[in-house]
């Protein structure tokens, strides 16, 4: 009989009540082998106790046991330091929270006071006549923060005046009630969250605020968020104008910053600022800013062309330290962005502070906790073994779209005429910066010699459909609005007269398969390659296709998200691209209009709707998908590059024209699939006479075999037949009966299911949307299906064509039959599906 006890590492056996004590050399031999192998083999046990002369005279199996007994301490050791750090979490969350909640209940009060002052003015005044006081008092009511333009003197003592102000302001925004802040809507605050994230009700311009939890140093967090174009997409510069330290061991900086313009329709900004960064009594650190007006004795910016000069408020962030390590901060975002500047269709954008919450305040945060995560995980698997690489990329990947977009002249971008319509802008770069490594040969064998870059672009205004969705099927469908030649000139730019280039899909296109390379913490971004299979050049490489590859930015495809800008960004690439590899972005960028902003007027316009033809089609959206109203609106904005010889211009410039327009189409074709129908129509591939035919074959063959009517209550006539199926509740799918079954109809339901539409539909194959036990089990009944007629499925898992899980409760199958009673297809009925 044999028991063992451990203490301190050291284990005591007890054989035939005698002691064995481990010696103090065997247990730091038997820590070295542990560090080396947690979990060793019986055979590798033995090797050990032949290796290592000190430990000889121990029974491998008491070596077993001391093994077990480490591994035992060294997974409580990891739970105990996993449950202090949630400890110490919820500890600073909890501070946090009961800040927050001192807050609301002070401005609860002074709202409360303010709201019985109005009263009682309210009572004291007659409708003849307009009492003065009142009117201070609503207007006082209200909110509003009026921007105070600081002194023009920009000498030391001038500037510190405006820092000190500047501190107060801020201060009074992030944990005072300066600023009437409401939850950020679809925020949910906790432990696991991004923070408290707030925007403003009421006062000048837009605001966010938030307040959240990160295990950096206070002095690391403040030196990431003032690198504001390393985290801020939208950043194009910042430049520091002048430093000046002050008494107290602060520094006051003068900055001048420019912003990008996110669509085509509407101009960039910049700012003029002053950014004070100092400590505060109780040791935190406080960096904030505020814009500056042209000052006297100091440097002044003036108006910059193809820039609109904007205004930043008291703005900045307070890091305090945490106990036990870490920091706790709060991000103030206040901001005039001159909405008169753009058109009217486009102003819910620069008018919401929901917009300034996504892109600025909740940016800063997940930038600090992705940085959090790598230096706490030297193997993060989101981002791989190189993250700062990985994260270099995608910044490239973001700011060439940029550029793209905005065509500046400081960069060399120069606008061509255009062909008589200005739906697609043409603009043409020569400078040798950005050109610098874009002449290469790609893994294809086409050799490349470029001169000049091209950029078309185009913005459009789309109704009725979620961005998220429709970037969903844009990333996962290539094929429906992309073309391989345009896609191979752009990747070998090789030397192509205009027939080649405007010729029609050569048809060899072999599908594309995503290669995930990193993500973000909470998946908001994804950084992949796109690996398109079998892409011939021209019509004689249809035999001897070959693979071509992209490196794709996708983000905001979270349906839920409000006011998320979603894009989808790409640049072709050699197989074995390097970090430093050259980037030619092209892409798309989808913008939510409507959700912005709830009060917008809803007098505004629809200044881009001449140039569309919006259609809406369908009948209804799924449980799950956030539509909204019949008139949300987005706009969506495309620019695709192509590096070409400047000889070529003119047949390059009319090939991206065509290139640009026919993806238009399609986005607008996919959309309108997409979306609900305000007035319950069809879609139009619903309306030949096939479908109506195969409607009638559906239902004729249920009843025959199941005894029973598919559709209740329906005349014999073939409209109506159609029209029932196509609002039926629940998901009806055709499949073909070839060797590999892909889908041939669904109606509006099956379509929702799948996420994708009908003209995308053949692109699917039964195979892919069910799980392992769906597949057995279709096996398993298919022989009936084919002699009996049908089959009843047990319900089970299957999934959407963007990957999502659906849940179903049960599935009929049957055989559909033709009028010469020949087996045309199987159709598929999933009842009471939802998503996962």
Known sequence: MMSISCKDGKCTIMDNGKYVRYTPEQVEALERLYHECPKPSSIRRQQLIRECPILSH??????????????????????????QSVNRKLTAMNKLLMEENDRLQKQV????????????????????????????????????????????????????????????????????????????????????????????????????????????????????LKDRPSWFRDCRAVDVLDVLPTANGGTIELLYMQLYAPTTLATARDFFLLRYTS?????????CERSLSNTQNGPSIPAVPNFVRAEMLPSGYLIR?????????????????????????????????TVIAQKTTMMALRQLRQIAQEVSQTSTPNWGRRPAALRALSQRLSRGFNEAVNGFTDEGWSLTGNDGMDDVTIHINSSPEKLMGLNLSFSNGYPSVNTAVLCAKASMLLQNVPPALLLRFLREHRS?????????????????????????RAGNFGGQVILPLAHTIEHEELLEVIKLEGVGLCPEDALMGRDMFFLQLCSGIDENAVGMCSELIFAPIDASFADDAPLLPSGFRIIPLDSCKGDSSPNRTLDLASALEVRGAGNKAAGDRNVGNSCARSVMTIALEFAFESHMQESVAAMARQYVRSIISSVQRVASALSPSPNGGLKSPLGTPEAHTLAHWICHSYRCY????????VGDGSDSILKSMWHHSDAIVCCSMKAMPVFTFANQAGLDMLETTL???????????LDENGRKGLCSEFPQIMQQGFACLQGGICMSSMGRPISYERAVAWKVVNEEEAAHCICFMFINWSFV
Not at 326 to 339: K, Q
Not at 706 to 713: F, I, P, R, S
Request: glycine share 8%.
């Open 58 to 83: 121990i029974e491998p199996k008491q070596i077993k046991v001391w093994f077990q007994n480490r591994r035992c301490r060294e997974k409580q050791r990891k739970e105990a330091s996993r449950l």
């Open 279 to 287: 400590v505060t009594e109780d040791g935190s650190l406080v960096v």
């Open 706 to 713: 199941l005894g029973v009517e598919l559709l209740e209550g």
């Open 109 to 224: 009060s002074h709202l409360v006071y303010e709201n019985g002052c109005f009263r009682q003015h309210t009572q004291n005044t007659t409708l003849a006549t307009k009492d003065t006081s009142c009117e201070s008092v609503v207007t006082s009511g209200q909110r509003h923060l009026t921007p105070q333009h600081p002194p023009g003197d920009a000498s030391p003592a001038g500037l510190l005046s405006i820092a000190d102000e500047t501190l107060t302001e801020f201060l009074s925004k992030a944990t005072g009630t300066a600023v009437e802040w409401v939850q950020m809507p679809g925020m949910k605050p906790g432990p696991d969250s991004i923070g408290i994230v707030a925007i403003s009700h009421g006062c000048t311009g837009v605001a966010a605020r938030a307040c959240g939890l990160v295990s950096l140093e206070p002095t690391r967090v403040a030196e990431i």
């Open 321 to 353: 330290p945490c106990e036990g390590g870490g920091s706790i901060i709060h991000i103030v975002d206040h901001m005039n962005l001159e909405a008169w500047s753009v058109p009217e269709v486009l102003r819910p954008l620069y008018e919401s502070s």
């Open 759 to 769: 003209v995308a539909l053949q692109d699917i194959s039964l195979e892919k949307i």
């Open 480 to 504: 429906e609005w992309a073309d391989n030649n345009v896609d191979t000139y752009s990747a070998a730019a090789v030397k192509l007269g205009p027939c080649n280039l405007l010729g029609t």
